[in-house]
């Protein structure tokens, strides 16, 4: 069974910077693509970002690139998410989520394991 754990998030002023880990259990972590997903109160759950199960292709939402990186360490079972020049609009609870296959997909159904996720609260 695949467990993913989030940390990292909490309140910051706009403009700041957070970084989100995301520490993955069970089966053998690079085994999976991983994503980092966002869900902001009366909205759906939108992938803001993905990597490949090497690290060597990304995904990014229009609305975070330039801003946001993710990255793995397969040594670690973890993958993280940079998050710089922090908007009132990047408010949301932000999830890991881990994929059995190849690719990056942006949908949520086509993600299988998802962490319980963290708060991120970016205040003007």
């Known amino acids: 069974q695949v467990q993913l754990v989030e940390s990292g998030g909490g309140l910051v002023q706009a403009g700041g910077s957070l970084r989100l880990s995301c520490s993955v259990s069970g089966r053998t972590f690079s085994m999976y693509p991983m994503g980092w997903f966002r869900q902001a109160p009366g909205k759906e759950r939108e992938c803001v970002a993905a990597i490949s199960r090497s690290g060597g292709s990304t995904y990014y939402a229009d609305s975070v690139k330039g801003r946001f990186t993710i990255s793995r360490d397969n040594g670690k079972n973890t993958v993280y998410l940079q998050m710089n020049s922090l908007k009132p609009e990047d408010t949301a609870v932000y999830y890991c989520?881990?994929?059995?296959?190849?690719?990056?997909?942006?949908?949520?159904?086509?993600?299988?394991?998802w962490g319980q996720g963290t708060q991120v609260t970016v205040s003007s």
């Open positions: 989520a881990a994929r059995v296959g190849s690719g990056l997909k942006i949908s949520q159904n086509d993600w299988h394991y």
